[in-house]
């Protein structure tokens, strides 16, 4: 990111001064003040939230699947993790997470592939890639997931980008009669034949962009957490603090 100086107005250090202690979303003034600045240092980047940070004088942004922080005068732009050090928190990672819980909880059925466990006790999602070496492994031992009580929503995202072999493929993935079935002949590598048709596929690639999940496969548990590739034996573990959550 190119390095860049702009100059706010004293309007929005008082609205960061004032706000600092709940971390509300600034009023509209002050994030045109924002968009204004960012647009200066990277045109187009699309704001999505704006706040006042929990270290006062930093305005906390959510913009293109990233979290940034801004001074509150505007002049100085920071990439990277907000470290409580008192508790030893990561506030970053921490609201990635909230972001990450929250808009899974209403993931539309449509924008995913299936697998449900017999007997479910915990779901996960899974954002995974047909050109991924260990997105394959984990699909290789899906039923080992289902029979710990796993339950895979998987989101599908092209690694080679829009228009690519991977991108059609997943397409037709979506379309196809049975999902499962050729999620499960592309994920070894079958092409999948068939027509285009609109589908949830565009909308899983539009969140995974708005979360800013570009590596594959990333497992996102209920509480938000997420991590790469885990056997099942390690993502139970992982589940083992959460209360179930079968549906």
């Known amino acids: 990111m190119k390095r860049a100086w702009v100059v706010f107005s004293g309007s ?73 050090t008192v508790n030893r928190v990561d506030l970053s990672e921490q609201r990635h997470q909230q972001r990450r819980a929250s808009r899974l909880q209403n993931l539309p059925a449509d924008s995913v592939v299936s697998f449900a466990a017999a007997e479910p006790s915990h779901r996960v999602t899974v954002f995974t890639a047909l050109e991924c070496g260990y997105c394959k492994r984990f699909h290789s031992d899906i039923q080992s997931y289902l029979d710990a009580g796993i339950s895979v929503d998987y989101v599908l995202i092209p690694l080679a980008g829009e228009g690519s072999e991977g991108d059609q493929n997943g397409a037709r993935v979506f379309c196809a009669d049975d999902r499962q079935d050729a999620f499960t002949r592309a994920t070894a590598g079958a092409s999948i034949e068939g027509p285009m048709c609109e589908s949830g596929y565009t909308a899983g690639k539009a969140l995974a962009a708005a979360l800013g999940i570009r590596n594959t496969p990333t497992i996102v548990l209920a509480d938000g957490r997420s991590s790469g590739y885990l056997d099942a034996a390690a993502l139970s573990e992982s589940l083992a603090s959460l209360a179930p959550t079968p549906r």
């Open 12 to 84: 929005l250090l008082a609205a960061v001064s004032a706000m600092a202690a709940d971390q509300a979303e600034l009023p509209a003034a002050q994030r045109e003040a924002v968009e204004a600045a960012l647009a200066r240092v990277a045109p187009g980047l699309q704001v999505d939230a704006v706040r006042a940070a929990a270290m006062p004088g930093l305005v906390e942004v959510e913009a293109g699947g990233q979290l940034l922080y801004l001074s509150a005068d505007g002049r100085h732009l920071l990439q990277g993790s907000l470290i409580d």
